[in-house]
């Protein structure tokens, strides 16, 4: 019998050799794409891509999700740590930016073995929903160089009511520290690529102006200003199975993310990007089909 698992906030100490947990993934890593990726920001995409590692499962419940494919856990194959590692060599041979781990939350005991003591000369990305474990971030010091996870609420009737964590507000910010800690201020090269530090992304909902501006507030309150970058996205597109929340059924308008942006600009939050409204739609939802996976 396996460990319990309490590798993410939920610790819900299942024994994820015989029954998954809530991620809805086992022991073993579940990936459904591995390739370039070049819809992050650009200082992640650059001009070859970033080496995107799409995990299946997720420890969030998100009724909104644009990858609801693999954050269900129902596609993707399972791979070996030798398999991992073999993945992150090959992207870095491809000539990409950097390793780009998406939705890692759930593995981080795998991820830590598979990066420790591999030479990958790029970048490692910890890309997540944000709702991590300060505690088990620790075992990820040194190994990743670049953390860039979502600050999604700052309203907590909303983290429960949207994404099944009511506890999310404190425990995302928790884990972002951690990640500064660990990372210090943010560097880029001299291709304006980011080499080190945290990039913070939130994703602007309809009808919850109120949320963001709390989430500019909650980075302006908690990390210096000039030292961790920010990006205020408005990519949020409508996808199927919200007919229990209308609210979520359009596009956030015009108006609504135009005042997050202005809020945003008179914050003293001096660095990142703001994404063109015209951003939402499904183009660069990648296929989970098994490109690059290896077993």
């Not at 019998?1 to 086992?26: K, L, N």
């Not at 309203?155 to 520290?177: C, K, N, V």
Request: aromatic letters at 8%; proline letters at 6%.
């Amino acid at each position: 019998m396996a460990e319990p698992c309490f590798q993410c906030p939920r610790r819900c100490g299942a024994d994820r050799d015989r029954v998954f947990g809530f991620c809805a993934a086992p022991g073993e890593a579940v990936v459904a794409r591995a390739a370039p990726h070049y819809g992050e920001e650009p200082c992640i995409s650059g001009v070859r891509g970033s080496g995107a590692v799409f995990f299946s499962g997720c420890n969030l419940r998100c009724v909104f999700c644009q990858n609801h494919e693999i954050s269900r856990g129902s596609v993707g194959e399972r791979v070996t740590l030798h398999g991992l590692r073999e993945m992150f060599l090959r992207l870095r041979d491809s000539g990409v930016h950097n390793i780009n781990l998406v939705t890692p939350s759930h593995y981080v005991e795998l991820i830590a073995e598979a990066l420790t003591g591999l030479e990958l000369d790029v970048p490692v990305v910890w890309n997540s929903s944000g709702y991590d474990s300060a505690e088990r971030l620790r075992a990820l010091e040194g190994l990743v160089q670049v953390y860039m996870p979502d600050l999604k609420y700052s309203d907590r009737g909303l983290a429960r009511r949207l994404s099944a964590a009511p506890d999310y507000t404190e425990t995302a910010l928790a884990a972002i520290l951690e990640m500064y800690r660990q990372t210090g201020p943010f560097e880029l090269d001299g291709e304006g690529l980011l080499r080190r530090g945290v990039l913070v992304r939130h994703l602007v909902l309809p009808g919850q102006a109120e949320n963001t501006l709390g989430v500019i507030d909650m980075i302006e309150d908690n990390f210096p200003a000039d030292k961790i970058m920010f990006s205020l996205m408005s990519q949020y597109t409508p996808m199927p199975g919200l007919d229990g929340f209308p609210e979520l059924q359009r596009s956030v308008t015009a108006a609504e993310y135009e005042r997050c942006v202005s809020y945003l600009n008179f914050s003293s939050i001096e660095h990142g990007y703001c994404q063109e409204p015209e951003a939402s739609g499904t183009e660069m939802i990648p296929d989970f089909d098994g490109t690059g996976v290896v077993k």
